[in-house]
């Protein structure tokens, strides 16, 4: 493999692990996988051309190429070198497209590989809706939610056992024999662990996340009368660290109703909860209720692709796993193969992405002007396939023509 030359400066973390952002960061990226080229060159232009315009050539990203997936496998004969994951500390910001999920017993998704060595926490979804594009929904512009899902616990930790296995019947034995519980023969088996710190750091980044952006409200989203010590925890925890870390910015939807009368006081964040079925139900019908979401792993897994589902489908969702140390901004779909190499497909969600990630360094002025340019191009009606065939009287664009179409309602 080539060395590649470093062209910019590094970001770095101050002791409080804020970030320090040069004029010319360096920014990791993975191209990803089947359509990932494809997506990439068209998401990477609309960022160099957002930062260009806002700044006026003062800022620029200096992009660093990250190995993954299968390119990887070609140049290195590995699907994620252990190179990549110190460039990936190194850089402290980065994005990528999507990854083959290899297939084959023991061998784990790259993504879930990534989240979990890069202790990225908090899997960041911001669900909104951009006018034109078509929706299931009769009032989808009244869906506006960020879901922060827990990225490391649950039962997404991969400590499982398949039935029959001497691991599973060792267990069950034991189980059996210690605790007195009945499990049927040959179970596999699969552990739920969830913690109190890790749900904990969670909830701090959605509730910061809603101060810091005046949002009205946080709602932790679990399953806790059915699992009270892991799901019902979870809800506990959630409250606790808002009245020991928060008091004075955040008030409790029951408090809210004693002691209010119904009425927030101005500039507080309300905390609530809901069940997660119930969840469901009010992004149907009442999604303006709610801002930011807060949920343990598999909960938000399917919470946060059915609110995508209300605005348009995931074309257009972006999403990013955060930590302490480190971001991966990512496409949240899959890498479509049968689309690979067409320049066909919708590049939005990881355009939409790419501005979650100039927002996270700080250069909010230049992703407001690629949204803008993005809400802009979708309703002058020049879209992808898969909205034009939904859309009347759309004009349909390569993925190519898509970004450059942005890029063109940027003005300046
Ligand atoms: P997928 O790649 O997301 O594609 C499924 C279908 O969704 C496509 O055929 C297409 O539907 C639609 N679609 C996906 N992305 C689109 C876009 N940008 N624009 C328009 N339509 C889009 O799901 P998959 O086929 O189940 O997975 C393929 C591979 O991707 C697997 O190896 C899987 O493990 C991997 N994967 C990776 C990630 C990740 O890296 N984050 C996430 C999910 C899956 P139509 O055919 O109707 O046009």
């Given at each position: 493999m080539?060395?590649q030359e470093?062209t910019?400066?590094?970001?770095?973390?101050?002791?409080?692990l804020?970030?320090?952002?040069?004029?010319?960061?360096n920014?990791?990226?993975?191209e990803?996988d089947?359509?990932?080229?494809?997506?990439?060159?068209?998401?990477?232009?609309?960022?160099?051309?957002?930062v260009?315009?806002a700044y006026?050539?003062?800022?620029?990203?200096?992009?660093?190429?990250?190995?993954?997936?299968?390119k990887?496998?070609k140049?290195?004969?590995?699907?994620l070198p252990?190179?990549t994951l110190?460039d990936?500390?190194?850089?402290?910001v980065?994005?990528k497209?999507p990854l083959t999920?290899?297939?084959g017993?023991g061998?784990?998704?790259l993504?879930?590989t990534?989240r979990?060595v890069l202790?990225l926490?908090?899997c960041?979804?911001?669900?909104?809706?951009?006018?034109?594009?078509p929706?299931p929904?009769?009032?989808?512009?009244?869906?506006?939610?960020v879901v922060f899902?827990?990225?490391?616990?649950?039962?997404?930790?991969?400590?499982?056992?398949?039935?029959?296995?001497?691991?599973?019947?060792r267990?069950k034995?034991?189980?059996?024999k210690?605790f007195?519980?009945?499990?049927?023969?040959?179970?596999g088996i699969?552990?739920?662990p969830?913690?109190r710190?890790?749900?904990?750091?969670?909830v701090?980044r959605?509730?910061?996340?809603?101060?810091?952006?005046?949002?009205?409200?946080?709602?932790l989203v679990h399953k806790?009368?059915?699992?009270k010590?892991?799901?019902g925890?979870f809800?506990k925890w959630?409250?606790?660290?808002?009245a020991s870390e928060?008091?004075?910015?955040?008030?409790?939807?029951?408090?809210v109703?004693?002691k209010?009368?119904g009425?927030a006081?101005e500039g507080?964040?309300v905390?609530?909860?809901?069940?997660a079925?119930s969840?469901?139900?009010?992004?149907l019908l009442r999604?303006?209720?709610?801002?930011?979401?807060?949920?343990?792993?598999l909960?938000?897994?399917?919470?946060?692709?059915?609110?995508?589902?209300q605005?348009g489908?995931?074309?257009?969702?972006p999403?990013?796993?955060?930590?302490d140390?480190?971001?991966m901004?990512?496409?949240?779909?899959?890498?479509?193969?049968?689309?690979?190499g067409?320049?066909?497909?919708?590049?939005?969600?990881?355009i939409?992405?790419?501005?979650?990630?100039?927002?996270y360094?700080?250069?909010?002025?230049a992703a407001?002007l690629?949204?803008?340019?993005?809400?802009?191009?979708?309703?002058?009606g020049?879209?992808?396939y898969d909205?034009?065939?939904?859309?009347e009287?759309a004009?349909?664009v390569?993925c190519s023509?898509?970004?450059?179409?942005?890029?063109?309602?940027?003005g300046?």
């Amino acid at each position: 493999m080539v060395k590649q030359e470093v062209t910019g400066t590094w970001i770095t973390l101050e002791k409080d692990l804020t970030l320090r952002v040069p004029s010319d960061p360096n920014v990791g990226y993975i191209e990803g996988d089947g359509v990932g080229p494809d997506i990439w060159a068209a998401s990477s232009a609309v960022m160099d051309a957002a930062v260009a315009r806002a700044y006026g050539g003062a800022r620029k990203i200096h992009w660093f190429e990250l190995m993954a997936g299968e390119k990887a496998l070609k140049e290195t004969g590995e699907w994620l070198p252990e190179k990549t994951l110190e460039d990936i500390r190194q850089c402290v910001v980065a994005i990528k497209g999507p990854l083959t999920t290899p297939v084959g017993e023991g061998l784990r998704s790259l993504n879930v590989t990534l989240r979990q060595v890069l202790d990225l926490y908090a899997c960041v979804r911001p669900v909104r809706y951009f006018p034109g594009v078509p929706s299931p929904m009769k009032n989808p512009e009244r869906v506006n939610m960020v879901v922060f899902r827990e990225n490391t616990e649950d039962v997404y930790a991969g400590i499982e056992w398949s039935a029959g296995s001497p691991e599973a019947l060792r267990l069950k034995g034991f189980l059996e024999k210690e605790f007195g519980v009945k499990l049927p023969d040959e179970p596999g088996i699969g552990i739920k662990p969830m913690s109190r710190a890790g749900t904990q750091r969670l909830v701090r980044r959605a509730i910061r996340y809603a101060l810091d952006r005046k949002l009205a409200s946080v709602t932790l989203v679990h399953k806790g009368n059915i699992m009270k010590y892991t799901e019902g925890a979870f809800r506990k925890w959630g409250y606790e660290l808002a009245a020991s870390e928060f008091a004075a910015e955040t008030v409790t939807e029951a408090e809210v109703a004693e002691k209010y009368q119904g009425k927030a006081p101005e500039g507080r964040v309300v905390i609530k909860d809901r069940i997660a079925d119930s969840m469901f139900q009010q992004a149907l019908l009442r999604p303006s209720e709610y801002q930011v979401l807060a949920t343990p792993n598999l909960n938000g897994d399917y919470l946060s692709d059915a609110l995508a589902a209300q605005v348009g489908g995931l074309g257009m969702a972006p999403g990013a796993n955060i930590g302490d140390q480190c971001a991966m901004f990512e496409a949240t779909h899959g890498t479509a193969p049968k689309y690979a190499g067409l320049d066909k497909i919708n590049p939005g969600s990881l355009i939409l992405s790419g501005a979650m990630m100039l927002e996270y360094l700080g250069w909010g002025e230049a992703a407001r002007l690629m949204e803008q340019a993005l809400a802009a191009t979708i309703q002058s009606g020049v879209v992808t396939y898969d909205l034009a065939r939904q859309m009347e009287g759309a004009r349909e664009v390569r993925c190519s023509e898509f970004g450059r179409a942005i890029i063109d309602r940027m003005g300046g």
